[in-house]
C-alpha cells in the first residue's frame, strides 16, 4: 500500500503561481511513477503530467507544457506541481496518484493509476 497527501491548494489570481506537494509513504518501492491529475466540476478528469519515481522522466498535458513543472524531492519522498502563469480554466480539483504498471512512455491513463490522494482545490480568478 502507498498513502498520498496532497497539500498546497488555494485561490490565486489569473497569471500568478501555486506549487502542490504530493507526499508519499508506505511501499513507495513499488511506485514506478506519480501523476498529477484534474477535475473540475461537471468534467472528466483530466491527465496533467507525471514524473518517474527514479526522477529521470516527465511527461506534461499539452494544456500545461511550458506552465507547469513537476520535480521530485527523494529525500523526502515528495513531488511538487509547480503551477505558473495560471488561467481560470485551470481551476479544478487536483489529485496525485501511483503508477504501477511499468508503462513506456509514462501513462496518462487515469485508470493505470491505483492509489489516489484526497485532492487539494485550486481555484484561479480572473
Known amino acids: 500500500q502507498v498513502q498520498l497527501v496532497e497539500s498546497g491548494g488555494g485561490l490565486v489570481q489569473a497569471g500568478g503561481s501555486l506549487r502542490l506537494s504530493c507526499a508519499a509513504s508506505?511501499?513507495?518501492?513499488?511506485?514506478?511513477?506519480l501523476g498529477w491529475f484534474r477535475q473540475a466540476p461537471g468534467k472528466e478528469r483530466e491527465f496533467v503530467g507525471a514524473i518517474k519515481w527514479s526522477g529521470d522522466s516527465t511527461r506534461y498535458a499539452d494544456s500545461v507544457k511550458g506552465r507547469f513543472t513537476i520535480s521530485r524531492d527523494n529525500a523526502k519522498n515528495t513531488v511538487y506541481l509547480q503551477m505558473n502563469s495560471l488561467k481560470p480554466e485551470d481551476t479544478a480539483v487536483y489529485y496525485c496518484?501511483?503508477?504501477?504498471?511499468?508503462?513506456?512512455?509514462?501513462?496518462?491513463?487515469?485508470?493505470?493509476?491505483?492509489?489516489w490522494g484526497q485532492g487539494t482545490q485550486v481555484t484561479v480568478s480572473s
Open positions: 508506505g511501499r513507495t518501492s513499488s511506485i514506478y511513477a
Open positions: 496518484a501511483v503508477d504501477r504498471t511499468r508503462t513506456v512512455p509514462i501513462t496518462s491513463r487515469p485508470a493505470a493509476y491505483d492509489y
